[in-house]
């Protein structure tokens, strides 16, 4: 008994360090019989999923492209949860945050780049942070259920958004696919690699990832967060002021989803589209989930599911199957992850008896 | 207006909430079992997308339509099977399983409609189910009950699921697993598989509501067809403070907000009509907001079971 104790106390981390990758090809082992009932070669499509958009500089850095948005959304969704906040609605908040980033680039012009950036930063995170505004004071207030009405946001700023590319800010570019005026060059975010996808929001993402992780291990607030995350009673009769804590965790998630939304629009699409996000802010959960909520972790999270996003397209592309199979590959992982953290949970509990 | 065009606006406004009703009826009764037996399912809009979508394929291919319902209600029983894995067996957080199953069976479902029906440029259709006649069609009233039979379905469920969870034995093992699995558990009753069967029943209901929406609302399948209806569910569940009874009042809520959206823009008002889109969403927000402290969940819900 002592000696599984002290295995149970020296392992974590390698077990922790072992389990997403065990969950990554137990998924893999899954998603081969889907393949296969699609008449699909799982060892090519794997080729196509994970290596080859590494071989090449355009596809690796398009990984980082994709990787850039799902950076901010998997922090967002790990700084809320560890507070003890469901946010559900990074979707949704991020969609806020391209529309004040789009909204911006029609109005700023004629000023430095360094200048029309940061205004369209702190636009997104203050629509992102307005977007999530209701259900934290509905949940603080009147202790309403965050998870609903977080999702019922979600589509209640699609039809906003629907209305403003066919109303106010209807153009004529792309007829059947509205989109919103371009904006100004002063609002468009700078190249990191000149002729590639590849734009400033990367380098902003990882250091709000820093800010993130700062701010929940080394300072007060963060503590308090932690606290409250892991037993909201408890946190209230040690003084806190939980709701106070909620509400702040609350806006500054949706702040950092809006974030991940006006750089869509600054550095990729340079206008807002309906379908801007496609499940940027439920990728964002799995993200965080992958990450056991450690704003550090989700850096190679986020990567990954960037690869994932790139390695889709790329099967589709070469094997002509459904681009929908990097959901599946995602929505399974989650599921397997999940599994995969209770069996060490387990092991350890078992050792206790 | 003369009188009868505003008796003819109304009597379409009560035939269309009871349509735009019944998927909601049916997801929430789904639901009700689930967090009854303490799970909260989040699963039920991916259940109910992967519903509408066996449901069609199935119906399109068979040309049967109840081939179609029946075999969509299996997909439900095996995703309520799914969820039951998670959350009964492993225990693990309900939330995130429950979001990981809508994701994966979302995705399974776009997947597999692009390889049946590849891109098509107009979504598929087929002809869905018929209304039925019960009073002859000269009468006014006859608008509201020329109803899909699966909506007389679902209004005839509330009482039969309000008999099964109040007065039957496995309703009251459902109930007591959500309320103190450790009393029945020691009463010797299965606290894993009365919530796993919790589960395969609610998950069936889930898609059959998804199937509705494909086979008769619509008669076609979409992508996002569902548009957040199981969210909406897991809403008229709370404001239905988890008594079957009240569904109705919830559900015809949402319903009428959406009925009366689509009179609205058929009206012709000068509003746009997203915005009319967006308002049963927010219909749905405001009720919770009312119900706000005054309702209880069943008392373990959230909390997987572990025996000692």
Known sequence: MIKFRLEKHSSPYWVRIIIPFAAILV??????????????????????????????????????????????????????????????????????????????????????????????????????????????????????????????????????????????????????????????????????????????????????????????????????????????????????????????????????????????????????????????????????????????????????????????????????????????????????????????????????? | MTDNSVMIIIVGLIAATLRVSTPLILGTIGELFCEKSGVLNLGIEGTMVIGAFIGFTVADATGSLWTGILVSILAGIIAGLLMSIMTVWLGVNQHVSGLGITLFLSAIASYGYRLVYGEPTTPPTLDGFSVVSILPDNLLVSRITNQYLLTYIALLLIPIIWFIVNKTRIGLWIRAVGENPEAVDAAGVNVYWTRTIALMIGGGFMALAGSFLSLAQLGAYTYGMIAGRGWVCIALIIFANWQPSRILWGAFLFGGASALQLRLQSLGIKVPYELFLSLPYLVTIAALALAGRSVTSPSSMLKPYRRE
């Open chain 1, 27 to 353: 998924t893999f082992l899954i998603t081969s019989i889907i393949l296969m009932v699609s008449h699909v070669n799982p060892i090519e499509a794997f080729y196509y999923f994970l290596v080859e958009p590494l071989s090449a500089k355009a596809s690796l850095i398009e990984v980082l492209v994709k990787s850039t948005p799902l950076f901010l959304t998997g922090v967002a969704v790990s700084l809320a949860f560890a507070s003890g906040y469901w946010n559900i609605g990074a979707e949704g908040q991020l969609i806020a945050g391209a529309t004040a980033g789009a909204g911006i680039g029609m109005i700023v012009q004629g000023v430095s780049q360094w200048v029309g950036i940061p205004i369209m930063i702190i636009g997104g995170f203050l629509a992102g942070a307005l977007w999530a505004l209701l259900p934290a004071i509905l949940k603080v207030k009147l202790s309403v259920d965050e998870i609903v009405t977080t999702l019922l946001m979600n589509y209640v700023i699609l039809y906003l958004v629907s209305f403003l590319l066919n109303g106010p800010w209807k153009t004529t570019t792309n007829p059947g696919w509205p989109q919103s005026p371009e904006i100004s060059l002063s609002t468009t975010f700078v190249k990191l690699i000149p002729k590639t996808r590849l734009h400033i929001g990367f380098v902003i993402a990882l250091v709000i990832i820093l800010v993130v992780w700062f701010l929940l291990t080394k300072t007060k607030l963060g503590y308090q967060m932690r606290a409250s995350g892991i037993g909201r009673q408890a946190a209230y009769f040690t003084g806190i002021n939980v709701n106070r804590t909620i509400l702040i965790s609350a806006l500054l998630s949706g702040g950092i989803a809006g974030i991940a939304g006006a750089a869509e629009v600054g550095g990729i699409h340079y206008h807002l589209i309906e379908a801007l996000s496609g499940g940027l802010g439920y990728t964002g959960i799995i993200i965080a989930t992958l990450s056991a909520l450690n704003p550090l972790a989700v850096i190679p999270s986020a990567l990954f599911f960037g690869l994932i996003e790139t390695g889709a397209r790329s099967v589709s592309r070469a094997l002509g199957t459904p681009i929908h199979l990097g959901g599946i590959v995602e929505g399974m992982l989650l599921l397997i992850i999940l599994g995969a953290f209770l069996f060490q949970e387990y092991r350890i509990r078992r050792v206790k008896k």
